[in-house]
């Protein structure tokens, strides 16, 4: 299982700060996600960055074997 935590409007668009979610990609956790949460969610999610055991920028595809968490983080702003 992969511990996924929702910050800001991602936590706020699923109703939990975190879950847990079994995949075996990106695509598939997001799917997962899309797929509990609603499109809300989804609208949100596309904003998102996901960040895959603290590493940023990858495909949909990449294999999330023995990946220990995910964190889903939308844009921030602040000054």
Not at 29 to 36: F, G, N, S, T
Not at 39 to 52: I, K, P, Q, T, W
Not at 54 to 57: D, I, S
């Given at each position: ?23 075996a990609t990106l695509?598939e ?9 609603g ?14 055991d603290?590493?940023?920028?990858l ?21």
């Open positions: 299982m992969i511990l996924v935590r929702l910050f800001a409007a991602a936590e706020s668009a699923a109703g939990t700060g975190t879950e847990e979610v079994e995949a695509g956790l997001k799917a997962i996600l899309v797929a509990r949460h499109e809300g969610f989804e609208a949100v999610l596309g904003r998102c960055s996901m960040l895959v603290g590493r940023a920028g495909p949909d595809d990449h294999d999330l074997t023995g990946v220990q968490g995910v964190d889903v983080l939308p844009p921030f702003a602040g000054g």
